[in-house]
């Protein structure tokens, strides 16, 4: 069973700086591509950014570019998330998403849609 | 950057009523499209991808489909544990976009 476990939320005031963390289990981690996806209170879901399986690729929301940093650490299934100079409207609950690219040493598969998620961590921007 | 429309914005229906939602995109995005359902206080459940393939345990009341740029989502015949808001997701191009959501709602 796929589980998803994020960590490292809360309270951050605006130009500050906070992470989360997503650690992973029930499937072979190093060969997904991973992403972040937020969502407002009360809001709908945007999309923050994805990495690849190796890493290699990061695109980003425009709304985080810049800001925004997704890493991942494939020896210890985990999937981070580092926020830097925060923003009111960056708060939201952050999920963790196992994306359905899969890339193993011969070639790729699926494409960047989400079949798992975590349960969320909110993050609270204000002063 | 793909917009994805989505509507209407509140379907009311009672139980056992046909659900249809749309979902457009400003640019062709070939079937490179899922459809999510969340409940309240619960985390996104991928139903759709491809257009019109379910998802693993999916049930068969849900159904998608495509014309061009169009989009649609249908629940045969709704059951009480359908209500929620659901939300179309293109990923043919970056950045990935996601509808603004059609909350379906018991009348």
């Known amino acids: 069973e796929v589980q998803l476990l994020e960590s490292g939320g809360g309270l951050a005031q605006p130009g500050g700086s906070l992470g989360l963390s997503c650690e992973a289990s029930?499937?072979?981690?190093?060969?997904?591509?991973m992403g972040w996806v937020r969502q407002a209170p009360g809001k709908g879901l945007e999309w923050v950014s994805t990495?690849?399986?190796?890493?290699?690729?990061?695109p980003y929301a425009d709304s985080v570019k810049g800001r925004f940093t997704i890493s991942r650490d494939n020896s210890k299934n985990t999937l981070y998330l580092q926020m830097n100079f925060l923003r009111a409207e960056d708060t939201a609950t952050y999920y963790c998403?196992?994306?359905?690219?899969?890339?193993?040493?011969?070639?790729?598969?699926?494409?960047?849609?989400?079949?798992?998620w975590g349960q969320g961590a909110l993050v609270t921007v204000s002063s | 950057e793909v917009v994805m429309t989505q509507s209407p914005a509140t379907l009311s229906l009672s139980p056992g009523e046909r659900a249809t939602l749309s979902c457009r995109a400003s640019?062709?995005?070939?079937?490179?499209l899922a459809w999510y359902q969340q409940k309240p206080g619960q985390t996104p459940r991928l139903l759709i991808y491809?257009?019109?393939t379910r998802a693993t345990g999916v049930p068969l009341r849900f159904s998608g489909s495509n014309s061009g740029t169009e989009f649609t989502l249908t629940i045969s015949s709704l059951q009480s544990e359908d209500f929620a808001v659901y939300y179309c997701?293109?990923?043919?191009?970056?950045?990935?976009?996601f509808g603004g959501g059609t909350k379906v709602e018991i009348k």
């Open positions: 998403a196992k994306s359905r690219k899969y890339c193993d040493s011969r070639n790729c598969q699926g494409a960047h849609y989400y079949d798992s």
């Open positions: 029930g499937f072979s981690f190093s060969n997904y591509a």
């Open positions: 990495i690849t399986n190796t890493g290699d690729n990061t």
């Open positions: 640019q062709s995005i070939n079937i490179n």
């Open positions: 491809g257009a019109s």
């Open positions: 997701q293109q990923y043919n191009n970056w950045p990935l976009t």
